[in-house]
């Protein structure tokens, strides 16, 4: 059974910025996508940056190229979210998301379909 827990969120006036970090248990590290996900009141949950282990590809979402960077410390089972020059429209809860993936183009498509496995979520609020 995989488990997934996120910390790392707070509130931060805009342009600061924050690490999240996703602890990930259960998993063997083959073909995973693992990603971030953000979700307001009201939306759907967007993805925000993804990784599939196979290769290493990285995907982020055209609002947070350039201010937000996904990593991971295999040694520690750790999946990190670098968010800089956050913005008030940054504010979500974000979600730590992963599952096995055939190819790097399913990542982070699959999870978008709200399958596999889920954290609960830490909330990132950023002011004025």
């Known amino acids: 059974q995989v488990q997934l827990e996120e910390s790392g969120g707070g509130s931060v006036q805009a342009g600061g910025s924050l690490r999240l970090s996703c602890t990930a248990s259960?998993?063997?590290?083959?073909?995973?996508?693992l990603a971030w996900f953000r979700q307001t009141p009201g939306k759907r949950r967007e993805a925000v940056a993804s990784?599939?282990?196979?290769?290493?590809?990285?995907v982020y979402a055209d609002s947070v190229k350039g201010r937000f960077t996904i990593s991971r410390d295999n040694a520690q089972n750790t999946l990190y979210l670098h968010m800089n020059m956050l913005k008030p429209e940054d504010t979500a809860m974000y979600y730590c998301?992963?599952?096995?993936?055939?190819?790097?183009?399913?990542?982070?498509?699959?999870?978008?379909?709200?399958?596999?496995?889920w954290g609960q979520g830490t909330q990132v609020t950023v002011s004025q």
């Open positions: 990784i599939f282990t196979y290769d290493g590809s990285l």
């Open positions: 259960g998993y063997t590290d083959s073909r995973w996508c």
């Open positions: 998301g992963a599952d096995t993936v055939g190819s790097a183009t399913m990542c982070p498509g699959w999870l978008g379909t709200g399958r596999g496995y």
